[in-house]
C-alpha cells in the first residue's frame, strides 16, 4: 500500500536526545522530507534527504535513511521545549505528491 | 522565501452552506495541493493541480470542487458544507513535479460546520 508509517507519540526530557522513527513503501522515492507543525500553525519543512544518501546533519538534526529496511529517522541533539511539536516524515512520488505519515507528538518535558 | 497565505485561520458555517476557502501562494509555483489534517489521520489529500485549469483528485475528493483560474491561486469548494467536514485545512504549493520539490504550507484554516 500507500502508507507512511511512524509512532504517534514520543516523550523526552529537555537535553535528551530524540528520534523519531519512519518507515516507508515506495523504494523509488528519491526524496524524504521531514516537517515540523506547531500547535495552530501549517507545516515547516524540517529537512530532507536524498535517497542515494546514508545520513544527513544539520546543526542538531541527523537524519539517517535505511534504504533497505525502507526506514527513516530523525534525531533532534539536546531537545529543548521549542522543539515539542508534531513531526511528519513524507515520501516523494514522481507525480509530485508527497505521501506523509500520520505524525509523531513529541513532548519535552522540562 | 516562499509564502503560502490562507484567507482565513477560523472559520464557523453552517450545514448545507456553501464554502470557499482561498489560498495564494507569490512564488510562481505550478503545483498547488490541499489536504484535511484530522487526529490521528495525518494529511488527507484533497485535490490538487498541475497548472491553471488543471484538477486532480486526491485520495479523499467527495463534497469538495476546486477552481485554479490563475496560477497564483488555489479555492477548496464545500458544495454544502457537512458536520462531517469540520477539520483543519492546508494548503501547499511546489515549484515543479519531480526532483526535490518539498512543498510550501500555509498557516491553515481551521473550519467548524456547525
Known amino acids: 500500500g500507500e502508507d507512511v508509517e511512524q509512532s504517534l507519540f514520543l516523550s523526552v526530557r529537555e537535553g535528551d536526545s530524540s528520534v523519531i522513527n519512519c518507515t516507508y513503501t515506495?523504494?523509488?522515492?528519491?526524496?524524504l522530507y521531514w516537517y515540523k507543525q506547531e500547535p495552530g500553525a501549517g507545516l515547516q519543512l524540517l529537512t530532507y534527504i536524498f535517497s542515494n544518501m546514508d545520513m544527513k546533519q544539520d546543526q542538531r538534526l541527523t537524519v539517517l535513511l535505511n534504504k533497505k529496511d525502507k526506514h527513516l529517522s530523525l534525531r533532534i541533539a539536546d531537545t529543548q521545549t521549542g522543539d515539542s511539536a508534531i513531526y511528519f516524515c513524507?515520501?516523494?512520488?514522481?507525480?509530485?505528491?508527497?505521501?506523509f505519515g500520520q505524525g509523531t507528538t513529541l513532548q519535552v518535558k522540562p | 522565501d516562499v509564502k503560502v497565505t490562507q484567507s482565513s485561520r477560523y472559520l464557523v458555517k453552517r450545514t448545507g452552506e456553501k464554502v470557499f476557502l482561498e489560498c495564494v501562494q507569490d512564488?510562481?509555483?505550478?503545483?498547488m495541493f490541499w489536504y484535511r489534517q484530522d487526529p490521528g489521520l495525518g494529511l488527507r489529500l484533497i485535490y490538487f493541480?498541475?497548472?491553471?485549469?488543471?484538477?486532480e483528485k486526491g485520495d479523499i475528493p467527495e463534497g469538495y470542487s476546486v477552481s485554479r483560474e490563475k496560477k497564483e491561486r488555489f479555492s477548496l469548494i464545500l458544495e454544502s458544507a457537512s458536520t462531517n467536514q469540520t477539520s483543519m485545512y492546508l494548503c501547499?504549493?511546489?515549484?515543479?513535479?519531480?526532483?526535490?520539490?518539498?512543498?510550501?504550507f500555509g498557516d491553515g484554516t481551521r473550519l467548524s460546520i456547525l
Open positions: 501547499a504549493s511546489s515549484l515543479v513535479k519531480g526532483g526535490n520539490q518539498p512543498q510550501h
Open positions: 512564488m510562481d509555483h505550478e503545483n
Open positions: 493541480s498541475y497548472d491553471v485549469k488543471m484538477k
Open positions: 513524507a515520501e516523494s512520488r514522481n507525480t509530485g505528491k508527497l505521501i
Open positions: 515506495d523504494s523509488s522515492s528519491t526524496y
